[in-house]
């Protein structure tokens, strides 16, 4: 009597549980779900070089601090420094891991909080460079676009160069 008593008290939650509506989280909002996309289609575009797709996410007016802590703005001028990267044989690429994405209540904006890893061929081995990001979106009617970007570059690994 006592094991039907738990079998049908554990059955009904089991049936609450799939009868209830499912629980929305706000970081998976159509605009949470945009960004990633947007921010996955740069990821690609770093892979492939494709310095066209890559400025595709971009305001005109966009603003970059790297993980050195140098600053470019403007998208043409991050463009013509990433196209050194991308010209380069020794560049393995970045990778932006997004972490939260929080969409603004009272203006078109979202900031994107994530990790990156950088790497390098360098004779003595694969230079990693790793640290944490802030992306400033702007909603357009375009669609979702970078307004500016802030790298820290906390870690360096593979290679002598991580000293210099």
């Avoid at 049908?8 to 509506?21: M, R």
């Avoid at 790793?130 to 909603?139: Q, S």
């Amino acid at each position: 009597m006592k094991f039907l008593f738990i079998h049908l008290l554990l059955s009904g939650f089991l049936l609450i549980s799939l009868c209830a509506p499912a629980q929305t989280n706000p970081s998976e909002s159509p605009d949470s779900v945009a960004i990633k996309a947007l921010r996955a289609q740069s990821n690609r575009a770093i892979q492939s070089r494709d310095l066209p797709a890559f400025g595709e996410t971009m305001l005109p007016d966009i603003e970059v601090t790297r993980g050195s802590g140098s600053h470019i703005s403007g998208r043409d001028s991050v463009l013509a420094s990433v196209a050194v990267q991308f010209n380069d044989p020794n560049f393995r690429g970045y990778v932006r891991d997004i972490d939260r994405i929080d969409i603004s209540t009272t203006s078109p904006l979202a900031a994107e909080h994530g990790h990156w890893t950088g790497r390098f061929q360098r004779p003595d081995g694969i230079q990693t460079i790793t640290g944490v990001y802030l992306a400033m979106w702007r909603k357009t009617e375009a669609g979702w676009k970078i307004r500016s970007e802030l790298f820290v570059s906390l870690a360096c690994t593979g290679s002598a160069a991580c000293g210099k």
